[in-house]
């Protein structure tokens, strides 16, 4: 003989089942288009677009003489958006807002050098590493002509440039903790103030302390045989995009596999024939 559940229990049933319906119906509709899809990768494919945020740092990103976008970010965008067959468009943003730009969808990927960092993990997902950079140090030589090691720059009087929200910054605020740090919005504005004696030194990623030094070789020099620090760089995406992630880690490990990233990377960091 079928047993059959008490009237009690039924309505227990029943009543969990409506509870658990409301529940589920008043959850917000982005936790379900999370956990459904992730459409970001696919609607970048379905438009043909990808928009790429950069920033002017040379020899990553710089314009040429007709105004156009060239550097070793720009190759590497470029070569990117011709394997997902889509065409890249470059945004230009002063560093400190791009990931802000990424947040707010103005753009699809920062492939700007970006160091990877914990801190910047909590804003934005980063790719496997597909560059490797040091953080470098040029002096203005007239005033620091009596300054003989790292440790005396390291003092109030000494002003120390970097570039604003930069691993830069921060690492100078570490080793250089007693000097004056003067964060700058440009590169530009950095490199005139070392040249010009505004500033006594200038930390920021190699090469550019060392392109610095070539081209003003009688204002400034390189003080340091080896990087004050090393980092990796890699693609910044926002978060809940799991397959374009994915798309950009294997992208890496084919164009590492293949030599085309070392290549491109030597062409702009350890030669000057894009001069």
Partial sequence: MMETIPTKSRRLHTGFYFFLFLILGSLPSSWANETISSPKFNQILENGILRVGVSLFTPWTLKDKNGEFVGFEIDVAKKLSKDMGVTPKLISYDWGKLIPALN?????????????????????NFSLPYATSGIGLVTNTE???????????????????????????????????????????????????????????????????RFIALEHPEKVDIPLSEPLLITKAGFAINKGDADFLSFLNSWIVSRKADTWLESTHDYWFKSLKWK
């Fill in 143 to 209: 005033r620091t002509k009596n300054i003989k090691s790292l440790e005396e720059l390291n003092q109030k009087p000494i002003k120390i440039g970097v570039i604003s929200a930069t691993v830069s910054e921060s690492l100078a605020k570490r080793v250089f903790d007693k000097a004056s740090i003067r964060a700058f919005q440009k590169s530009e504005e950095a490199k005139d103030a070392i040249v010009n004696g505004k500033i006594h030194a200038y930390m920021e990623s190699n090469p550019i302390p």
């Fill in 104 to 124: 707010d969808g103005k753009i699809d990927i920062i492939i700007g050098g970006m160091a990877i960092t914990p801190k910047r993990a909590l804003k934005v």
